[in-house]
């Protein structure tokens, strides 16, 4: 657990390989990232899943507290807790019931301000043409390309690429088939190609990736994406 003070501006996008849960004690930002677009403000928890990047909007100067938390948890990006102070007390003294204070109470849904959300939406959720979404929404690829990189501060391509690692990582951690039926099934062209996008996003290829062996890093892959 350790304290952080944001002030106003923009945090380049970034990640981590834990998964954890910001607590906003004050003031608010935006976060833009692999689970979309969110509005966090005091008493609100932000939960980043192990190896999810995002970027921050901050509107004005923000009090938070990270907390690292087992990353099987199935939590929303954003939530609330009945009483925060308790997970406060929890991730101070008695790590090991962390979980037990993190029941939601109020969820968050995500904000969608125009077509980079509504692309970023559809990217999580299939492989998409580019070509073909421009074209369904009436925009040119090249404005594609320049309009979801200022939002996101990612290509499209490489957003659609890094959400089709996160779904094979969790294959991968349930060994759920073959490397290269993970591949075929998490939209990979081939085998070849998901292994240099899990090695430039996790530093492991998929054969370390399927061998290891340790709980706790097969809870982080379990909920990676």
């Known amino acids: 657990m350790y304290h952080q003070q944001l002030v106003p501006g923009q945090r380049g996008r970034h990640r981590h390989d834990i998964g954890y849960v910001a607590l906003v004690l004050s003031g608010t930002y935006e976060e833009v990232g692999d689970t979309g677009r969110w509005l966090g403000g005091a008493g609100d928890l932000v939960y980043h899943n192990a190896y999810e990047a995002h970027r921050n909007l901050i509107s004005s100067e923000c009090s938070i507290v990270n907390i690292e938390v087992p990353s099987h948890l199935p939590l929303p990006p954003v939530f609330r807790v ?3 102070e308790r997970l406060l007390a929890a ?5 090991a019931i962390i979980g037990s204070h993190l029941i939601p109470t109020e969820t968050k849904r995500p ?3 125009d077509w980079p959300d509504l692309l970023a939406r559809d990217l999580r959720n299939q492989p998409q043409s580019l070509g073909k979404w421009a074209e369904q929404h009436s925009l ?4 594609i390309s320049r309009g979801f990189r200022k939002a996101y501060g990612i290509t499209p391509a490489k957003y659609r690429r890094e959400a089709q690692a996160r779904k094979a990582l969790r294959m991968i951690a349930k060994a759920d088939g073959t490397i290269a039926d993970i591949a075929a099934r998490a939209g ?3 085998q070849a190609h998901m292994s240099r996008t899990l090695v430039e996003l996790t530093g492991y290829p998929p054969r370390r990736l ?5 709980n706790s890093f097969n809870t982080v892959l379990l909920s990676a994406g």
Request: aromatic share 4%.
């Open 111 to 113: 904000v969608v301000m």
């Open 188 to 190: 990979f062209s081939d």
């Open 82 to 84: 009945r009483e925060p």
């Open 140 to 143: 040119k690829p090249e404005t």
């Open 91 to 95: 991730a101070s003294s008695n790590h």
């Open 210 to 214: 399927q061998q290891a062996k340790s």
